[in-house]
């Protein structure tokens, strides 16, 4: 049994519906684009999941936050793909990928060929028996990276109204989901090795300020340990965690958000890999020429920054497909990826931006009571990094620019001085 399409995109996240538009933008006959996926729904914003989908009141559901509702452009149903005559090949895990052959073999049976595949695998959230602890399948203990997931913790949430949650992992899924959970009246405590929240990108100084806001909250931080193991009743569900400083903590859920891992293992031994990523060209373009990767999967050049580099967030996905298939159908019009790295966040009442590398000297501005505040990295005598929160839309767009331009810094304390003022000057 076999299908044989000219283009086939493995996977069906924001990648891929990003790229699904564009085909069809650039103009693609019925019958040659399939998206293999093994979620059983249409591309959807990832980012929702852990934001408005789990709110008490009005939550976001599908189909409302189907791509491309996330850059404002069209939102593609399942209706619209049929329409463009693509075809879905939904709830269906591809099992082994043959890059010779040009073919893929889904856990089904069939088998799937392309002329061209793009690779949008995008990432699993790495489990606790990696770090040595067991229990994460108890009914209680959540991970949260796919609609299923999300609407698990959802309905362990309403089991425990008024209980008490334990979030493990001060990154992105702790804070986000942390304060989702504070929105639906759960006592929080979030348990995470670093000495502050988000340490991967914020300063010690942009930390406080919202760990001191969550702390207002209710939410309660314990860093610097792990958890060693949990305490589960007769039914298996988890009672309490114990951690390593030998606490122990009472849990009704639990939350875990320690990272993820790219979906690469189908290609291991077959494309070049970096970074734990596909490595690609300024094209997108693997090892092998009939292959491309994006998203979280792909390990891209940062023209910016002269490295490779492997981005887990969602305009990098969004642009990144949008840029593949315009190097596929237009090679000779489509230079090379060039991307400035933009990742933000909201929670509560707060909303940040970031752009650029946080690598280097750090000078922060603004008003750090309660005000529009930020950061900049200086690297080399040049601006290489900018965060804002609570800014405007011109506000963003200004430091955006600010950090693509990387203007020379003589001055950091004139810097400091300037502060946002900077950036809207230059
Ligand atoms: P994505 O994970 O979206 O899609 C991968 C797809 O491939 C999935 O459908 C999967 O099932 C499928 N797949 C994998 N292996 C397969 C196989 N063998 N066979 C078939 N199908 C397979 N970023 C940001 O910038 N701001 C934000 O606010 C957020 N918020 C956020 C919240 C939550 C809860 C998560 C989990 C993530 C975010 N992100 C984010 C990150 C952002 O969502 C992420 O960078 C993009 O979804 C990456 O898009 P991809 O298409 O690369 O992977
Ligand atoms: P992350 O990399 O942001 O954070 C991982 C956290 O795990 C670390 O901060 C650390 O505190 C913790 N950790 C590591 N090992 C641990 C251990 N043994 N025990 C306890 N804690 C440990 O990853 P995440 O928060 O799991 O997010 C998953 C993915 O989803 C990432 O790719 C992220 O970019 C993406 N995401 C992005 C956004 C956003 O951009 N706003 C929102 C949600 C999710």
Redo the contacts with the bound molecule.
């Keep these: 049994m076999g299908r044989a399409f000219v283009y086939v995109i493995?996977?069906?996240?924001?990648?891929?519906g990003y790229a699904a538009l564009e085909f069809t933008q650039r103009g693609i006959s019925h019958g040659e684009l399939c998206i293999?996926?093994?979620?059983p729904v249409v591309?959807y914003e990832?980012?929702a999941?852990?934001?408005g989908f789990l709110l008490p009141e009005d939550p976001a559901r599908l189909p409302s936050f189907h791509t491309c509702v996330g850059a404002n452009e069209e939102r593609l149903t399942p209706k619209w793909y049929r329409e463009h005559g693509i075809e879905l090949v939904l709830g269906?895990?591809?099992?082994s990928a043959d890059v010779r052959r040009k073919t893929l073999l889904t856990a089904t049976g069939e088998t799937i060929s392309y002329k061209i595949l793009i690779i949008?695998?995008?990432?699993?959230a790495l489990k606790l028996e990696e770090f040595g602890v067991s229990g994460s399948d108890a009914e209680n203990v959540c991970y949260?990276?796919?609609l299923a997931d999300?609407t698990r913790i959802v309905n362990v949430m309403q089991s425990c109204a008024g209980g008490d949650a334990v979030v493990i992992g001060g990154g992105?899924?702790g804070m986000?989901c942390a304060a989702s959970l504070v929105i639906n009246k759960i006592n929080v405590t979030m348990v995470f090795p670093e000495a502050h929240c988000m340490a991967r990108l914020f300063t010690p100084k942009i930390a406080s300020y919202y760990e001191d806001y969550y702390k207002s909250k209710g939410v309660k931080f314990i860093k610097g340990t792990v958890l060693s193991s949990f305490e589960m009743d007769s039914s298996g569900k988890v009672t309490a965690v114990n951690l390593r400083d030998g606490s122990q903590l009472p849990a009704d859920m639990v939350v875990v958000g320690i990272g993820i891992r790219p979906?690469t293992s189908?290609f291991e031994g077959q494309l070049t890999l970096e970074k734990g990523g596909i490595k690609v060209n300024g094209r997108l373009q693997s090892s092998n020429s009939s292959v491309y990767a994006?998203?979280?999967?792909a390990a891209f050049p940062v023209k910016l920054f002269g490295e490779t580099r492997r981005?887990?967030?969602?305009?990098?996905?969004r642009k990144s497909?949008r840029h593949v298939v315009a190097a596929i159908m237009e090679p000779d019009k489509t230079g090379e990826f060039d991307y400035l790295p933009?990742?933000?966040?909201?929670v509560f009442t707060f909303s940040w931006q970031f752009y650029g590398d946080n690598v280097g000297e750090i000078v922060h501005y603004g008003d750090y009571s309660g005000g529009t505040f930020g950061a900049y990295w200086v690297s080399k005598g040049q601006l290489v990094g900018s965060f804002l929160e609570g800014g405007t839309k011109d506000e963003y767009e200004a430091i955006a620019k600010a950090t693509r331009l990387k203007p020379e810094i003589e001055d950091l304390a004139e810097l400091e001085r300037q502060g946002l003022g900077f950036a809207l000057a230059v």
């Design positions: 493995l996977g069906g996240g924001v990648a891929a293999i996926s093994e979620e591309p990832r980012p999941l852990s934001k269906t895990r591809v099992k949008a695998t995008g990432a699993q949260l990276r796919d999300a992105y899924i986000e979906n189908l994006v998203g979280d999967v981005l887990e967030h969602v305009d990098s996905a497909a933009f990742f933000y966040s909201r």
